[in-house]
């Protein structure tokens, strides 16, 4: 088990509170399960980015677009 403590600023906190308690409302599951899936999904995001930049710079290129970045986090939108 691994526990965070978080000093947020309390509009930051009381946000959060009234997001999570929609959230939890209405999916029926605890914050502490939303909150582990968006440290995963933020972890897998900044590995793909990292991936991603290492393989651009071994490339030698040092600049990306934006376009590219979506593309590499399979979040571009298709028309």
Request: aromatic content about 8%; cysteine-free; overall charge negative.
């Amino acid at each position: 088990m691994l526990t965070i403590t978080l000093n947020l600023p309390q509009k930051t906190e009381q946000q959060l509170e009234k997001d999570f308690q929609h959230l939890e409302n209405l999916t029926k599951k605890p914050r502490d399960f939303h909150i582990e899936k968006a440290i995963i999904r933020y972890l897998e995001h900044a590995n793909k980015l990292m991936k991603f930049f290492e393989q651009e710079r071994s490339k030698g290129n040092l600049g990306y677009t934006t376009d590219d970045l979506l593309e590499q986090l399979n979040l571009k939108e298709i028309d």
